[in-house]
């Protein structure tokens, strides 16, 4: 079953804080923290945006992006859910 693109307005409007990339301006839902362990060290916390392909799913690692007022880069950007949105893996700067 595909999700219509009006459901995802109404999904990011609601829960949603305000994500800037590349001059585009949208919402996005930030799960934070989020840690990677190997073994009994954890290598590293990251964090992970799902927001809109149409807006964001054109990120590269490296990018800078903020999140409700701050300032990250961009590990990874997936898509998922046909497409529709995407989650990008952040680290804070």
Same mark, same amino acid.
Do not use: F, W
């Given at each position: 079953?595909?999700?219509?693109?009006?459901s +995802?307005?109404?999904i990011f409007s609601?829960?949603?804080?305000t994500v800037?990339? $590349?001059? #585009?301006?949208?919402k996005g839902?930030l799960?934070?923290?989020?840690?990677?362990?190997? $073994?009994?060290? #954890?290598?590293?916390?990251?964090?992970? +945006?799902?927001?809109?392909?149409s807006?964001f799913g %054109? +990120?590269?690692? $490296?990018d800078a992006?903020t999140?409700?007022?701050? %300032?990250?880069k961009?590990?990874t950007?997936?898509?998922?859910?046909? $497409?529709?949105t995407?989650?990008?893996?952040l680290?804070? #700067?």
């Open positions: 079953m595909a999700i219509a693109t009006d +995802l307005d109404a609601d829960l949603a804080v800037v990339a $590349g001059g #585009v301006t949208g839902i799960d934070e923290p989020t840690s990677v362990v190997a $073994g009994d060290q #954890v290598l590293y916390v990251d964090r992970v +945006l799902h927001c809109k392909s807006d %054109n +990120l590269v690692g $490296g992006i999140v409700g007022g701050v %300032n990250y961009v590990r950007c997936e898509k998922d859910i046909d $497409g529709l995407c989650q990008i893996s680290e804070k #700067v």
